[in-house]
């Protein structure tokens, strides 16, 4: 007899909260802004300070320490006093707070969407009963513009796989750091190689200026440099563009530590990423001391082109980010839990259409052709098929959850394993989908669309979190054990 794998669909929901606000820089040009601080600057100081009373009393209670973004703001604008003219000097404390205040906006990060989500281990698994498991997800959040962040939830998995989330901080926050990366001048020229590997007049310039190490504001120096030294045609504008939008991909972050989890958000800092953050794949990853380090690949975008990213961290404090070089750079890639053989391995997809895998020495360059593993085969997936998240290991196999889309641009869930020694061979698959999206999860932003970016095992359950209709998110959790006789079995199941 023909049964299916059964699948329970938690009453759980996480959805868009327009309240959750944080404040950023708010940017008018030149022009403007001279414009402002002018009209400001007319105003008698008693004038000044009740403006700036009604804005305290307004923001106070929504933000964290919004006397600091207000400096922090106005550092931003200061240079400009020069050409008003007005000596810095002589302005008052409340006078710099209160021209960061025009220059800060309000930023309701998932106002329109809260979806792709993913799943992984808390580091902290102390003071929890048996069967219990602390867990952290991240989150695509999307607002105004459709401008994507990463935000997270922290909660606890108990004995019958409800997860209990713990409280959402409503005071948002950015890093309270942000530190550029230093360069080097062999592996930076390396990668812009790739991108023209032609020689030209304005890239031996570039070269000649590159000391052996440089941080982005050095190399911003050159190409300023340099732009006023060669002609102003496509070709020049296209190379030193592009230096600048690479070298803005590496940085670290780091938040305070009276933040909670919920209240961290990893909003577009580099050029690369300036229209979005898109969907972070979290993976624990283990070495072979059995140490754990928290890696998740990510898709930056800037209004134009695409770049993969990796985000390092141990703590969710502290993040370091940096591109990912190679011919796996497109959308949906996805890192292994661990070493094979010695070797990274990373699913991808690199022609939108069907699933690969591919091998590196080094975490962030891949070099080598990548393999196909999988290619659309049943009718769900005759469209494309993809990763939805990293492997999972199993005594089986490598257990792969997978998107896949067929008739009416439905996406659907599947899942799939890998050999443990070979993961380039798949040993089996699904005929037809793990899950459909059901009558409730077929509207949204995007219609008849389920995704997931990531799951784990708990309590012999599959916990799969997953979005619905790039709305909203929910999650549901699989007898593992079944699943995986229903893949290496696939006529009894479907």
């Known amino acids: 007899m023909h049964r299916p794998v059964q699948v329970e669909r938690k009453d759980i929901y996480f959805k868009p909260d327009k309240k959750r606000v944080l404040a950023r820089f708010f940017s008018l040009g030149d022009d403007r802004t001279i414009k402002v601080i002018k009209r400001l600057l007319s105003l008698n100081e008693l004038e000044r300070k009740e403006v700036f009373g009604q804005v305290l009393r307004s923001y106070t209670k929504r933000h964290r320490s919004i006397v600091h973004i207000f400096e922090r703001n106005f550092d931003r604008i200061s240079h400009l006093l020069e050409k008003i003219p007005f000596p810095k000097e002589k302005l008052s404390q409340i006078d710099k707070l209160l021209i960061g205040s025009y220059f800060t906006m309000e930023y309701s990060i998932e106002s329109a969407a809260l979806f792709n989500p993913s799943i ?51 005071l948002l926050d950015k890093p309270i750091q942000v530190k550029n990366h230093r360069y080097h001048k062999e592996s930076f020229l390396k990668k812009m190689n790739e991108l023209h590997a032609e ?41 030193l563009q592009q230096a600048l939008w690479l070298a803005s991909s590496h940085y670290e972050m780091t938040f305070s530590l009276d933040t909670s989890i919920s209240e961290r958000v990893i909003f577009p800092i580099a050029d690369t990423e300036k229209r979005g953050i898109e969907d972070a794949r979290f993976v624990q990853f283990r070495t072979e001391k059995g140490e754990s380090t928290y890696y998740a690949t990510y898709t930056a975008y800037d209004g134009f082109s695409i770049l993969p990213k990796l985000l390092t961290t141990k703590d969710f404090y502290h993040f370091k980010v940096k591109p990912i070089y190679g011919e796996i750079a497109n959308k949906g890639a996805a890192l292994f839990p661990r070493k094979i053989n010695g070797r990274y391995a990373m699913l991808c997809r690199i022609d939108g259409e069907n699933n690969y895998i591919a091998y590196s020495n080094n975490i962030n360059i891949w070099q080598e052709t990548a393999i196909r593993i999988q290619q659309p085969e049943y009718p769900y997936e005759f469209v494309q098929i993809g990763n939805c998240g990293s492997p999972i290991e199993t005594q089986y196999g490598w257990l792969i959850l997978t998107h896949a889309v067929g008739p009416m641009r439905e996406y659907v869930l599947g899942a799939a394993l890998l050999d443990l020694d070979n993961p380039h061979v798949e040993i089996g698959r699904l005929h037809s989908p793990l899950m459909t999206p059901n009558d409730e999860e077929r509207e949204g932003y995007v219609p008849n669309v389920i995704y997931s970016c990531g799951a784990i095992v708990h309590n012999e359950h599959l916990i799969l979190p997953y979005a619905m209709s790039d709305y909203a998110s929910t999650y549901a959790t699989i007898k593992l054990e079944d699943l995986l006789l229903a893949i290496l079995n696939p006529d009894r199941y479907q």
Do not use: C, M, W
Not at 121 to 140: A, C, M, N, W, Y
């Open 199 to 239: 020689p030209t007049e304005v890239k031996s310039k570039l070269e000649e200026k590159l000391t052996e190490t440089f941080t982005y504001e050095e190399l911003k120096r050159y190409i300023d440099e340099v732009r006023r030294d060669s002609d102003d045609n496509l070709e020049n504008i296209t190379f």
């Open 120 to 170: 992984i281990e808390h580091p902290d698994q102390t003071e929890l009963f048996k069967g219990e498991k602390r867990v952290i997800l991240s989150f695509r959040a999307t607002g105004e513009g459709h401008v994507s962040s990463i935000v997270f939830r922290s909660g606890t998995l108990d004995v019958d796989n409800n997860i209990h989330i713990d409280y959402v901080g409503s």
